[in-house]
């Protein structure tokens, strides 16, 4: 039997995560990019750019906003986090892994045979909440979990991770407009907006601006923050828990933050590091 | 003269009391919903019905939310529609990570009729037998119906139920228990086997009895359940009578016909015939002039079994 159709879930030690201070995150979030660049690495493949530009806000929601508990993965009132741009789990995996999901070590075995963790998200995976791989599925996803929440009376928070390139993804309007239609307060989207997509700028690639006009315009609260700013992050996402209506929050962010020549490098979207790049990455993430 | 009901219909009164039965039904839809039959589902149980307007992608992968989160979300809207505009919500969003959504589609196949070939959905078995994780179910009347979409809600994993949209005949016996997963002998015979699934199962019983006539005898067996398909009743079929002829209203690749080929030709390599839509579109008309002039008549059927006689005859003289 492979470890994906393993029955009992790989779980950590850890009970339930313990709400970091804002420079305890920054702390996090060096070794979840070290994770990343050292995960991808050792596939020899994924995605670390994207990775490296979520992985804060990421970082804010699993150690300081979100309820869940590691050892209870399927918990019914655990706030959903959902990786719609799943070429970016290795952000997730190194965030379920340092959280107790699973064991950090599994995270080697990142895209090899018969491992848990597969190179697009998939819901066998303990804390994986969607499988995912294909872009703009994840809003809608969010929201049928989130009219589920509502029905059942959960006061749980649904979180949608997407890229910005993400949003050239018709299904992403057609989700936008369904949210607001059905009044959903409990469903965050987050829109990664590195800049960058898998072949170039996403403003060459396809035109997303004026992008907050066109949430509002489909009627939906707004945020801007500095992806990287933790502080900020950890404000705005507390602030949005309490807001009415569905809520985007369009996190300014660099490509391969954290890594020099990764950084707003398209060559990053899908490659990984050799192992000379490696070591100077994790340097890099260390002396940051 | 044969009493007839609407498949349809009969899926919207069913749904209406399993919502009754079980808290966890929710339905999804896109716009359509009268012409599928959810409306009333909707009237009776407003705050579990949700409208996701004319946008499919959407409208799948929100039922895939719902499924995640313990409900059991049908979905409907036309079979073109279901499956051609939200192929990847399907593949990716409900089968791989095997979620237990229901899509119930109406208004499939070539009778449809006068929408034409856009609105005609002769690839949707192909489609979604082409899914690992779905069971794939084509009821041939109104009876089978309400049971195979009591089935889905009592059964857990993704499902596909193909509807029509006109009124059919009745068929099946009053004591006719639909299995998932298993063919129901209607008929027996020796000479040759007829597998038919929907509305082509009602043209091979009128088949069977017009070569009764002429002595030849067939079974017929109805194959609702095109994917996971009843291995064992073709092969026992194969072997008992040595010809087969199967009868879909489908293009003849990735549907009945091809799964059962398959089926044959890896165990009991026996003469076969397959009556389908003739590869290529079809026109607008009305659904019995278009099952006329695309072959999927009891007569073309009739026709398909004499020709595999015949070479089942020629086999076994051979030298």
């Known amino acids: ?288 | 003269m044969t009493a007839t009901a609407s498949t349809r219909e009969r899926y919207g009164e069913v749904l209406v009391q399993l919502g009754e039965e079980n808290p966890d039904i929710v339905v999804v839809g896109g716009d359509l919903n009268i012409s599928v039959c959810t409306a009333p589902f909707g009237k009776k149980y407003p705050d579990r019905f949700f409208d996701m307007g004319a946008a499919e992608q959407n409208m799948v992968a929100v039922a895939a939310g719902l499924a995640s989160s313990g409900k059991i979300p049908f979905v409907s809207t036309f079979a073109v529609f279901a499956t051609g505009r939200a192929f990847d919500q399907l593949r990716v969003g409900v089968s791989q990570p095997n979620l237990n959504v229901k899509v119930v589609a109406t208004h499939a196949g070539l009778v449809t009729g006068e929408d034409g070939i856009s609105a005609q959905s002769i690839e949707d078995l192909s489609l979604m037998c082409a899914l690992p994780s779905f069971s794939v179910v084509v009821p041939a009347d109104a009876l089978e119906t309400e049971q195979a979409v009591r089935t889905a809600a009592q059964t857990t994993g993704p499902m596909y139920i193909r509807l029509c949209r006109p009124v059919t005949e009745l068929i099946l016996p009053e004591d006719y228990k639909f299995q998932l997963g298993k063919a129901a002998v209607l008929r027996e015979g020796k000479d040759a086997t007829i597998i038919a699934c929907g509305i082509m199962t009602s043209a091979a019983l009128k088949a069977a009895e017009f070569l009764a006539a002429a002595g030849v005898q067939c079974r017929v067996l109805n194959m609702a359940t095109v994917r996971p398909v009843d291995s064992e009743a073709i092969i026992r079929a194969a072997n008992e009578t040595g010809a087969i002829v199967t009868a879909e209203e489908h293009l003849p690749h990735g549907g009945l016909g091809s799964t059962v080929s398959t089926v044959v030709v890896q165990n009991c390599p026996v003469p076969m015939s397959l009556v389908a839509i003739p590869d290529g579109y079809a026109q607008s008309g009305k659904p019995d002039q278009l099952l006329e002039r695309y072959h999927l008549t009891a007569a073309d059927i009739e026709k398909s079994v004499r020709d595999v006689v015949r070479r089942k005859g020629a086999a076994a003289t051979r030298p």
Request: aromatic residues 6%; hydrophobic residues 40%.
């Open chain 1, 1 to 288: 039997m492979s470890a994906l159709e393993s029955s009992s879930p790989h779980v950590g030690k850890q009970a339930r995560v313990s709400p970091l201070s804002v420079d305890e995150l920054r702390d996090k979030s060096k070794v979840l990019r070290q994770h990343i660049v050292t995960m991808t690495s050792a596939a020899n493949s994924g995605h670390p750019g994207g990775s490296l530009s979520a992985i804060d806000v990421m970082a804010a929601l699993y150690f300081r906003v979100m309820r869940h508990d590691p050892l209870n993965p399927r918990w019914e009132d655990r706030d959903r986090f959902i990786l719609s741009k799943g070429h970016c789990c290795p952000a997730l995996y190194a965030v379920l892994a340092e959280a107790g999901y699973f064991p950090v070590e599994e995270l080697m075995t990142f895209r090899k045979i018969d491992s848990l963790l597969q190179g697009h998200a998939h819901i066998r995976t303990p804390g994986v909440e969607m499988s995912s791989g294909s872009l703009g599925q994840g809003l809608s996803f969010g929201i049928g979990v989130a009219l589920a929440a509502r029905l059942n009376g959960g006061t749980h928070k649904i979180y949608v991770m997407m890229g910005d390139g993400e949003c050239d993804e018709g299904e992403v309007w057609e989700a936008a407009m369904a949210a607001a239609h059905h009044k959903l307060g409990n469903i965050v989207a987050i829109v990664d907006r590195n800049g960058i997509q898998n072949d170039r700028p996403t403003d060459l690639a396809m035109e997303l601006e004026p992008l907050a006009d066109k949430w509002r315009s489909f009627r939906w609260n707004v945020e801007h923050v500095d992806g990287h700013d933790m502080e900020a992050v950890v404000k705005t996402l507390e602030r949005v828990r309490s807001m009415a209506g569905p809520t985007v929050v369009i996190a300014k962010t660099v490509k391969g933050k954290g890594v020099s020549f990764m950084e707003n490098n398209p060559a990053f979207h899908g490659k990984a590091a050799n192992a000379e790049e490696l070591e100077i990455a994790l340097k890099e993430i260390s002396q940051a």
